[in-house]
Nanobody, 115 residues
C-alpha cells in the first residue's frame, strides 16, 4: 500500500514553532521529489515548499526565511520546520510525492496559529 502520513500539526501561539513530518511507505521514497502544500479557510490549496530527490530546496515567497523543508531518506520521512508562525499560516498542511507522471498525496495535518 502506497501511503504518505502527515503528523505534527496542532495549536500554537503566534511566533511559535512547529515541526511537521510526513512518513512514506510502499514506494521508493529516495527517488521522488517531495513537496508541502497547504489550504487555509476559504482559500485555494497553495504550494509551500519543495525538495528534489537530490536535496535542492525551493520555497513560496511568503514562507522564505521562516520555513525549512528537509528529508531523511534513511527514515523515508519528509519534514517542514515552521518558525515565527502567524495566524495566516493556519491551514491543513499536505505532503506530496512526485516522480514524472506519478503523484501521491497525504491526508493532511491541521495547523492552527492562535492566541
Amino acid at each position: 500500500q502506497v501511503q504518505l502520513v502527515e503528523s505534527g500539526g496542532g495549536l500554537v501561539q503566534p511566533g511559535g514553532s512547529l515541526r511537521l513530518s510526513c512518513v512514506a511507505s510502499g514506494f521508493p521514497f529516495s527517488i521522488y521529489a517531495m513537496s508541502w502544500y497547504r489550504q487555509g479557510p476559504g482559500k485555494e490549496r497553495e504550494w509551500v515548499a519543495g525538495i528534489t530527490s537530490v536535496g535542492d530546496t525551493t520555497y513560496a515567497d511568503s514562507m522564505k526565511g521562516r520555513f525549512t523543508i528537509s528529508r531523511d531518506n534513511a527514515k523515508n520521512t519528509l519534514y517542514l520546520q515552521m518558525n515565527s508562525l502567524k495566524p495566516e499560516d493556519t491551514a491543513v498542511y499536505y505532503c506530496k510525492a512526485t516522480k514524472w507522471a506519478s503523484a501521491v498525496w497525504g491526508q493532511g495535518t491541521q495547523v492552527t496559529v492562535s492566541s
